[in-house]
T-cell receptor, first 109, second 114 residues
Framework: QKEVEQNSGPLSVPEGAIASLNCTYS??????FFWYRQYSGKSPELIMS????GDKEDGRFTAQLNKASQYVSLLIRDSQPSDSATYLC?????????FGGGTRLMVKP | AAGVIQSPRHLIKEKRETATLKCYPI?????VYWYQQGPGQDPQFLIS???????DKGSIPDRFSAQQFSDYHSELNMSSLELGDSALYFC?????????????FGSGTRLTVV
């Protein structure tokens, strides 16, 4: 079992809808959680970080963390075609980040 | 703002050849991480350096070695290349502790072994 699990998708949503991306992790001592966006052939770009239980909002993005359930999610409101990318969940494991397999999001006009 | 610089952007090598990838971290970042990402795969951690010392080691083959120099740039040396080494190689940098605040990736080097 991978330390960080994500549904590979693709997750297809219409333009303007809310996209919901989910991630579970296995290491209970993890304290830092990140969402990266990666366009095909490009490098991952950090879009959200969250450290405590609850919600954290930044523009159209909301990260949600539930440490008891070992679950972190990313909501994208008013999805745009430019949001179409692979979203990687990353969790700290010791002194580095461990990445999930990523969820491919497709936003259809 | 300055970003993480990687060179070369693309590299084509034959089997059994040697390749060297370079990474220049963001100024004042003291930690460098190397990741390998195969087609359709998530980034796999290879190795990291903090203040010019190796800090962690992941799934890096024995054929690969890396170091961080006094100016904090890092080089990943890959020998006896195999077809399976074809991948995107990302370098990332952070100010300590990167695992707490996340890190910034370079644009990557696409290595193709033929």
């Amino acid at each position: 079992q991978k330390e960080v699990e994500q549904n590979s998708g693709p997750l297809s949503v219409p333009e303007g809808a809310i996209a919901s991306l989910n991630c579970t992790y296995s290491d209970r001592v993890s304290q830092s959680f990140f969402w990266y966006r990666q366009y095909s052939g490009k490098s991952p770009e950090l879009i959200m970080s969250i450290y405590s239980n609850g919600d954290k909002e930044d523009g159209r993005f909301t990260a949600q963390l539930n440490k008891a359930s070992q679950y972190v999610s990313l909501l994208i409101r008013d999805s745009q075609p430019s949001d179409s990318a692979t979203y990687l969940c990353a969790v700290n494991a010791g002194n580095m980040l461990t990445f999930g397999g990523g969820t491919r999001l497709m936003v259809k006009p | 703002a300055a970003g993480v610089i990687q060179s070369p952007r693309h590299l084509i090598k034959e089997k059994r050849e040697t390749a060297t990838l370079k990474c220049y971290p963001i100024p004042r970042h003291d930690t460098v991480y190397w990741y390998q990402q195969g087609p359709g795969q998530d980034p796999q951690f290879l190795i990291s350096f903090y203040e010019k010392m190796q800090s962690d080691k992941g799934s890096i083959p024995d054929r690969f070695s890396a170091q961080q120099f006094s100016d904090y740039h890092s080089e990943l040396n890959m020998s006896s290349l195999e077809l399976g080494d074809s991948a995107l190689y990302f370098c990332a940098s952070s100010s300590t502790p990167g695992q707490t605040y996340g890190y910034t990736f370079g644009s990557g080097t696409r290595l193709t072994v033929v």
